[in-house]
């Protein structure tokens, strides 16, 4: 596509940072510590987990920038593995994220939301779903009414994210007594520091966007890196110091008893029943905005397979509204996929199914470093991972370690999301043979 030239080169280091952590900081940080705890079994081994899911997640986002300034094209993970392995390896990643990681976070999301609103008002927690499935709605139809809706919630929600990770952060270290280190999850049963890797790698997901923005940079080789080491640095040392500040407040085993609500509990402790209210609407903001930004973004890759033509009923999928000029049919498959799986699983199960779906991408585009290398035999002044081969081998090596883990730990939904995609296998080879043929419609 030609719009891809045609974007204007403005953004500075200070904004690119901002937008780094704007874009990984989202729901996780509240919701993952009790998991992350019970999974590792201590306090001191959750910190490291924290630390481990950072430095994979830091080397991600310096591998991928490399890939998406040389492959400058929309559609992001989709765009990056069709380029380098295939239309048959992209399409079972759009056919993944279609059908696995958009709607599983975007139910994890809206599960979490409605677990804190229940909390807060004191609703029966058998709620919670309702409630989820609610805001879903509600922000689907705003989306679809147009992005500048979608667009005022986001930058509202961008503040409101920030101020309860500062307030339990700096309250929670200066006027907690509790213990920090070595204090154990209070659950028996098999440590897995795979399990709580994953559930790291949750609150720090969002870094693929980071590459998007390599074509508006006024120096995209040096702003690049640098704003992906310093954004991705800030948001570490905020989650670090959010755990600390909670497990300072609250025993750890208290953190894995209170789950999604150990955050809220803390503010109270901290700040008495009106300020933890308080801080509890905060993360409330934080996960709204989130989600928000989720139903805005993901119906975009099943809308662009669907205007080629590539998934079952294209013409529904790819239409957009006349007036408002949005992917109606994308954005409510989305949704519907979304609410179906809030019905019937848990949001921690969600959240795990999407990342083991999304890492084997993951994998492969990290990988793609290297093979590009190969494929561009002159020197170009484009922006290059630092430490190659290092870093991508970090990178690809934490993916393999997760997916790995998660088949060891967790078969049945590795097993399910791997037979979700194989069924994506006789669909793509239909649709591709429709294609071949000279009569063969194309999705308007």
Not at 110 to 116: A, E, I, K, Q
């Amino acid at each position: 596509m030609g719009n891809e030239t045609q974007l204007k080169k403005n953004i500075g280091f200070s904004v690119a940072t901002t937008l780094v952590i704007g874009t990984v900081i989202g729901s996780g940080i509240f919701m993952k510590p009790g998991i992350v705890i019970a999974s590792t079994g201590s306090s001191t081994a959750a910190l490291w987990a924290w630390i481990i899911g950072g430095i994979i997640t830091l080397a991600s986002g310096l591998t991928i920038a490399e890939v998406s300034v040389k492959i400058p094209k929309t559609g992001g993970l989709y765009a990056y593995i069709e380029d380098v392995y295939g239309k048959f390896w992209g399409f079972l990643c759009g056919w993944v994220q279609t059908l696995i990681y958009g709607p599983a976070i975007m139910g994890t999301l809206g599960l979490y939301f409605g677990s804190l609103v229940a909390g807060l008002f004191g609703y029966s927690q058998h709620s919670y779903t309702i409630i989820g499935i609610i805001t879903i709605l509600f922000l689907g139809f705003m989306n679809l009414l147009g992005t500048q809706y979608g667009g005022l919630i986001q930058n509202i929600s961008t503040i409101g994210k920030l101020i309860p990770i500062v307030l339990i952060a700096v309250f929670g270290i200066f006027k907690g007594d509790v213990q920090i280190l070595n204090m154990g999850s209070g659950v028996h049963h098999s440590i897995s520091m795979g399990a709580a890797v994953l559930a790291t790698l949750f609150a720090y997901d969002g870094w693929m966007n980071v590459g998007f923005m390599a074509g508006e940079m006024k120096n995209p080789g040096k702003t690049l890196p640098k704003a992906i080491i310093t954004g991705i640095a800030v948001v570490i040392a905020a989650y670090i110091l959010v755990n600390i500040a909670m497990l300072h407040v609250l025993p750890a085993s208290k953190i894995v008893e209170l789950g999604p609500n150990a955050a809220s509990t803390a503010a109270s402790i901290l700040f008495g029943n009106v300020g933890g209210n308080l801080i509890t609407i905060g993360i409330l903001v934080s996960i709204f905005g989130c989600l928000n930004g989720k139903i805005l973004t993901f119906p975009r890759i099943p809308f662009a397979m669907a205007v080629d033509g590539f998934l079952p009923g294209s013409k529904s999928l790819s239409y957009v509204h006349p007036k408002y000029k949005t992917p109606v049919g994308a954005t409510i498959s989305q949704m519907a996929i979304a609410i179906i799986m809030m019905l019937v699983s848990n949001p921690d199960k969600l959240s795990d199914i999407a990342m083991f779906s999304v890492f084997i991408f993951y994998g492969l585009a990290f990988f793609a470093v290297f093979i590009l290398r190969k494929r561009e035999k002159e020197e170009t002044n484009l922006y290059k991972v630092p430490l190659y081969p290092i870093t991508p081998l970090i990178a690809t090596l934490g993916a393999l370690y997760i997916v790995g883990s998660t088949l060891i730990n967790s078969p049945t939904d590795a097993l399910l999301s791997i037979g979700i995609t194989i069924i994506g296998i006789p669909i793509y080879l239909k649709l591709n043979s429709k294609k071949q043929q000279p009569t063969g419609q194309k999705a308007s």
